[in-house]
């Protein structure tokens, strides 16, 4: 982690998978949002309805089916939780929570190549320990209400200004965000906008949702 010197490059669109879902009939859905415009990373997110994280055969099942469609199109397939399954599965990388395991040793499951991403609530001290161990982003958020879990904290876009002027490590907004509501943060400096039902629940569909999105990170100005 070091201090940032030059320009960032434009916010990108970082969509998640809904929290349950066919990989077969979903597969589809993606392919079609994945076409509509700029997408940098998929990250599967796979829960129970307990809110736990899927069964590693659920999660195995939809990376064999998910992947090559995310990887086809030079989208990042990134698996939450797991940094094992990342390993085993060949994914581009892996995003862990607070409560998941240290960086470092999701970073040695994974290896040196692969994406680390951290989740870091509303909180700079955790992003910072994130950036110091190596953490490929720092996730913040939520900002908003969200529909696929209970937030924690809830961040203001104030902290993503705040890190894109000090640190190179890119940032991640996540947290309920929408076509409505996405602008704020893409001003405030977020390298990446993390989106869930806010495209795959999106009242036009999906494609419609993905270009809105480039739409408004190509219009708003960055912080930075």
């Not at 509509?36 to 999660?59: F, H, P, Y």
């Not at 965000?177 to 893409?186: M, Q």
Request: net charge negative; proline share 5%; aromatic share 6%.
């Amino acid at each position: 982690m070091s201090i940032i010197e030059e320009e960032r490059e434009p916010c990108r669109l970082y969509l998640i998978t809904p929290p349950r879902l066919e990989p077969r009939a979903f597969a589809d859905t993606l392919k079609a949002a994945l076409d509509a415009g700029d997408v940098a990373s998929l990250q599967l997110r796979l829960k129970t309805e307990a809110a736990e994280t899927a069964d590693a055969d659920t999660i195995r099942r939809a990376t064999e089916i998910l992947m090559p469609v995310a990887q086809s199109r030079d989208v990042a397939f990134i698996i939450n939780d797991r940094a094992d399954l990342a390993a085993e599965l060949n994914a581009d990388g892996v995003h862990i929570g607070q409560d998941d395991m240290p960086c470092k040793q999701a970073r040695k499951i994974v290896g040196p190549d692969r994406i680390v991403g951290v989740t870091c609530h509303n909180s700079r001290h955790l992003a910072m320990v994130a950036g110091e161990d190596g953490a490929d982003y720092v996730a913040f958020g939520a900002f908003y209400d969200t529909d696929t879990k209970v937030p924690k904290t809830r961040a203001e876009p104030e902290i993503l200004t705040w890190w894109t002027e000090t640190f190179v490590v890119p940032c991640v907004a996540i947290g309920g965000i929408t076509v409505e509501n996405a602008a704020p943060l893409v001003r405030a400096g977020a390298d990446f906008l993390a989106v869930s039902s806010g495209v795959w629940a999106y009242d036009q569909g999906p494609a419609a949702a993905v270009r809105a999105l480039n739409r408004i990170m190509s219009e708003e100005k960055r912080s930075k």
